[in-house]
Nanobody, 123 residues
């Protein structure tokens, strides 16, 4: 069982930056692929970024490539999402998710989810 708690959301102006954190419980954090998803009002939850258990492999949605960076600290059981050059269309609730093994971009592949943190980007 893995419990995930996100933090770091907030209100920021367009062009600004935020860093999201996701703290995980459990002793085998490094065996889990971690991902960030987001869901805007009236839209489906979508994949933003994922990172392998070792941190070697990372993946990004085209919409955030070059602006967002995912990383993890396995000693602290934490995954991060650094978000730069934020746009109003990045406004959403951001969720952290975990799954054993490899990264996948589909929501159904993740058994563990955090409660979400709101990110609002004003124009």
């Amino acid at each position: 069982q893995v419990q995930l708690v996100e933090s770091g959301g907030g209100l920021v102006q367009a062009g600004g930056s935020l860093r999201l954190s996701c703290a995980a419980s459990g002793r085998t954090f490094s065996s889990y692929a971690m991902a960030w998803f987001r869901q805007a009002p009236g839209k489906e939850r979508e994949f933003v970024s994922g990172i392998s258990g070792s941190g070697v492999y990372t993946y990004y949605a085209d919409s955030v490539k070059g602006r967002f960076t995912i990383s993890r600290d396995n000693a602290k059981n934490t995954v991060y999402l650094q978000m730069n050059s934020l746009k109003p269309e990045d406004t959403a609730v951001y969720y952290c998710a975990a799954r054993p093994g490899t990264i996948t971009s589909g929501t159904s592949g993740y058994a563990y989810w955090g409660q979400g943190t709101q990110v609002t980007v004003s124009s």
